[in-house]
């Protein structure tokens, strides 16, 4: 069943109070990447802390270890475990959100001061501010849900427990190692997950995001000359590291895409017709992604084959050269050693340790074929893998009606191109299901400059989590 009436209405009558709360919290700099903003980390840990508390939420601060940046030892930012109702014969759902922040200056060409929530003076509704959409407004929209339910005296209809952290986007350094230290303790009894931090595939169509591609980021390294040399004086005579390297990366990918590496296209679980139907179904068309990367430039001319080259099957992108001269003017120099940059987005059912097997096998025999006397090695420099959840499930089907109570529309079922870790940490650590269900638009320009939310997703957001919980609360297996 939808969210009481009475429960929307007090949303939306408190619209103004909300957008001064998101206010509050996009106003403390919680940058998580910069030392020197550490402190204002731990200020929104306390800050948001206090708010669950003053909504009859039970929180509790865990520290998660100590990290070297720039050469500085700092603590690491705690996360909040938060809980909301112990009731046996309820669901108990585990919310995840995270409250650090990318870096940003009005300098960078931000319309205002990025940690001010600015309204769009044109009156479009814009909320403009860093972490306003990613991901500091989609957790206030779980506390208007709180508020709401708490100040009209209706009872949550599943239990909450909630964590928070303020490592996202850095890594989530320490978070995996608490999510399996408390499995069996905090999180013990969670029957499913929902994570609010991502976003919808347009600006019109909410979406529901069940799968999320991994990544394998490799460094290939070639080294001739134990120094740079002149062109003029050496240019035919040696072997040079950039000539190989070149030769060698160009065997990784062709121009359409496709991925020249035996076995890796192998891997990919085979498409099903209830997956293409999926994709069949979603509201875009190539255009959006012409205007999305500012060119004609899709490698498909139709709308499914373009998704699913987003979305379902693996990629190989190339994306750079570490010590090859590249600043303005002509230089001719050969360097003495370069190391190239690639990675591969992984999909159900690659692995890793299977990618990372295939690339070196690959590289290692290509590179043997150029017949140089250059050394050449290859590493894998970090790896996640890809997620799957199953969209058929009550966690879903909850999300789904709840979207339709609230939208009027049936949402999108999507998966992400990129990779967000901790939705793995909880489906292989908990065995539960984890729903990606997002508040924002896909113009919100998260990471970038004028970052921005949208008031209509920001209230009727809050109102698709609230009716979420009630679906879901009054769901079958």
Not at 38 to 48: I, N, Q, T
């Amino acid at each position: 069943m939808p969210a009481p009436a009475e429960i929307l209405k007090y949303i939306d009558e408190h619209q103004d109070a909300f957008i001064d709360r998101l206010a509050k919290a996009v106003s403390i700099p919680s940058v998580s990447g910069d030392p020197a903003r550490r402190k204002d980390v731990f200020a929104m840990a306390d800050w948001l802390k206090a708010e669950l508390e003053s909504l009859g939420a039970t929180v509790e601060k865990r520290p998660l270890g100590k990290q070297m940046l720039d050469g500085v030892e700092l603590d690491l930012p705690p996360a909040l475990l938060g809980q909301l109702g112990t009731d046996p014969k309820k669901r108990t759902v585990l919310i995840y959100g995270h409250f650090d922040v990318q870096p940003a200056e009005k300098s960078d060409g931000w319309l205002y001061d990025p940690f001010t929530l600015t309204k769009d003076p044109e009156g479009t509704g814009k909320l403009y501010g860093r972490g306003s959409s990613d991901d500091k407004g989609p957790i206030l929209g779980w506390l208007n849900v709180f508020q709401a339910h708490k100040e009209l005296g209706v009872e949550l209809p599943v239990n909450i427990k909630m964590c928070f952290e303020g490592m996202e986007e850095s890594g989530s350094e320490g978070l995996d190692e608490l999510i399996e230290q408390e499995k069996d303790k905090f999180f013990k009894g969670v029957d499913c997950a929902c994570i609010s931090d991502n976003y919808w595939l347009n600006t019109t169509t909410p979406c529901l995001t069940y799968g999320l591609r991994g990544v394998n980021y490799f460094r290939i390294s070639v080294s001739g000359p134990s120094k740079d040399l002149h062109s003029g004086v050496f240019g035919a005579a040696v072997h040079e590291p950039m000539t190989d390297l070149v030769t060698l990366m160009s065997k990784l990918v062709t121009s359409k895409g496709e991925i020249l590496i035996p076995g890796i296209k192998e891997m990919v679980a085979p498409l099903t017709d209830e997956e293409r139907a999926r994709y069949e179904a979603i509201h875009a068309e190539v255009s959006d992604f012409d205007d999305a990367v500012g060119a004609a430039i899709t490698l498909h001319d139709d709308k499914v084959n373009t998704l699913m080259g987003r979305m379902r099957y693996p990629s190989l992108s190339l994306h750079g050269i570490e010590g090859a001269f590249y600043g303005t003017g002509c230089k001719t120099v050969i360097p003495a050693s370069v190391h190239g940059k690639f990675s591969i987005r992984l999909v159900p059912d690659m692995t890793t340790a299977k990618v990372t097997e295939c690339v070196l096998k690959y590289v290692k025999e290509e590179f043997a074929k150029i017949d140089t006397k250059c050394k050449m090695s290859v590493e894998m420099v970090h790896g996640g893998e890809p997620w799957m959840a199953d969209p058929n499930h009550y966690n879903y089907r909850a999300a789904h009606k709840a979207t339709e109570d609230v939208y009027g529309i049936s949402p999108d079922y999507t998966r992400e191109g990129g990779s967000i870790p901790v939705t793995l940490s909880f489906a292989d650590a908990l065995k539960i299901n984890v729903l990606l269900l997002p508040m924002g638009r896909g113009d919100d320009g998260a990471h970038s400059m004028n970052e921005k939310l949208d008031t209509d997703n920001f209230i009727r957001g809050s109102k698709l989590l609230g009716s979420y919980l009630h679906e879901l609360g009054a769901s079958s297996e």
